[in-house]
Every structure is written in C-alpha cells, then in structure tokens.
C-alpha cells in the first residue's frame, strides 16, 4: 500500500523544545522520513525525561500567540512520541472540528477523512473523553467507513488519539499517527499523555491571554471613539448621533479604520481628510 503524501523533513527535537542550550536534555532521534522514530530511550532516567518536559512546558508557554502554540505542539509530538511520523491537532470551532496545525499533509490529510465521515478515533477522543489508540487501521472495525479510506488514502495504519482538555474544557483532540503495524506501545502511550496534559494547558493560556488582547484592545477603541465624539460634540456643536455619524463617514470615505480615524479626532481636534 502507498501513498502520494511525504514528510516535511526532519528536525531536532531539542530544537522544537527551544533548549538547545541545555546539556543535561537527552537527545532524542529525528523524526526523518523513513526513520526509525523513536522518543525517550529505554536508558533515560525518570530525571532526564524530567528535564525534557521541563523544557517542552517553557517552549510552549513562550509562544506568542495560539496558532504557534499549536503548531509547536504538534511538531514537539512527531519528535518525541515514541513511533509517531506524524500528528496534528483537531479543534472545535462553532462546533466544527478543524485541524489548525499539523506537521505535514498526511496528519491533514488522516483528519479530513474522520471530518467527512464524521467518525475516527480523534472525533471518539473529543465525544467520549478517553484516550483512542489503533495498531492497524486496516483492521479497525470501531470506526467503518474512516478506517479503509484512511489507509487507502494516506497509509497511516497506527493512530493514537489524546482528547485535549482541562478541567474546564475541552478543546479537541491531539492526533499521532504512523505509517507502521502496532507503532505506539506502553512508552509512547505514556509520553503522549504527559505531552497532551503540558499541551492543553498551554492551548488554554494562549488562547486566554488572545481573548485578554482582544479585549484591551476593544476597550482603548471604544476609549478613543468615545473621546472624538466628545471632541466633534464641542467643537461642531453636533448631537452624539451626528459627530458618530461624522466619523463613520469620513472612515467610509478614506477607507480607514473607525479607529484610527477617533485617533486622529482626539489628537488634531479635527477629522481627517481624505
């Protein structure tokens, strides 16, 4: 069985984590095209992979915004998660499921086939809040019409599926998935859940701090907007309905934003021309 879908090329796995300057982290193999993947070795000691989870909380809590903490999710999964070649994340969006970061097209690919079907271990992750794994998708009965397709089209046969939560929320679900029979043992099962529990609460932060952003910024709008309809009241002598609607004119007519015209209000004393 083959497939048209390629990785994007390998990358090391301190260098996702953003600790290349550590020396205590245990070096992990690449997770290359047709490599053995493998995550932390039967040798590491508990406080080795200690130190790399350390470092993969600090790598995701530096990311600024969601869409990187995303994506650095799924690129610290395909490096460290035993036998994983590819992952990604799936996300519910107006009650949609959508994959907003993935290590390449095969992880996309394995996704849309669960989001045309409306079944797959990462939909079952999210509904049934548990943890799905598959050691050959070609012989998976729980999930009919996404197993044969999925094979057929990608040649992933090993899926392991994460729901990405807090105590709060759900968010979706994390997706591991590798082109080889029975990929994800014990270990890798082990590595996954502490990555998915570092993962969520790094998805809820960014997307906090995003939501916090949003609002400040919402607030100093409406802030300056307020303050040039005060300006265009005195100085025209207008209703506040007329100095809004003077705003929202000469925004139309200069195509700028509401916003940045206010700015201009309270900083000249007059509208803008075009």
């Not at 390629?6 to 205590?24: F, I, K």
């Not at 610290?76 to 499921?97: D, F, M, S, W």
């Not at 759900?170 to 994800?184: P, Q, W």
């Amino acid at each position: 069985m083959s497939s048209d879908l390629t990785d994007t090329g390998s990358t090391s796995p301190l260098e996702l984590v953003g600790a290349p300057h550590d020396r205590d982290v245990p070096t992990y193999a690449p997770a290359g095209a047709g490599d053995d993947v493998r995550g932390p070795r039967a040798t590491d000691t508990g406080h080795e992979l200690a130190v790399q989870f350390a470092a993969v909380a600090r790598a995701l809590a530096a990311e600024p915004t969601v869409e990187a903490t995303l994506q650095r999710i799924v690129d610290v999964a395909r490096a460290i998660v035993p036998g994983c070649h590819h992952a990604g994340v799936t996300v519910l969006r107006r009650g949609r499921p959508e994959t907003p970061a993935a290590t390449d097209g095969v992880s996309a690919a394995v996704d849309a086939v669960q989001y045309e079907t409306g079944e797959g271990p990462c939909l079952s992750a999210i509904v049934e809040h548990d943890t799905f794994r598959t050691g050959d998708l070609a012989a998976e009965s729980r999930w009919p019409k996404f197993s044969g397709p999925a094979v057929e089209r990608t040649g992933v046969r090993s899926v392991l599926a994460y729901r990405l939560f807090t105590s709060e929320d759900t968010f979706g679900a994390l997706n591991l998935y590798s082109r080889e029979v029975d990929a994800f043992g014990d270990e890798a099962l082990a590595v996954g859940t502490i990555l998915t529990a570092h993962a969520a609460l790094a998805f809820a932060r960014a997307r906090e701090r995003e939501q916090i952003a949003g609002l400040e910024q919402a607030v100093a709008s409406n802030r300056a907007i307020g303050m040039a309809i005060g300006i265009l009241m005195a100085i025209r002598r207008v209703s506040p309905e007329e100095a809004f609607t003077l705003l929202r004119t000469a925004s139309q007519l200069s195509n700028r934003k509401l916003r940045d015209i206010a700015d201009d209000v309270v900083l000249t004393g007059e509208l803008p021309t075009r």
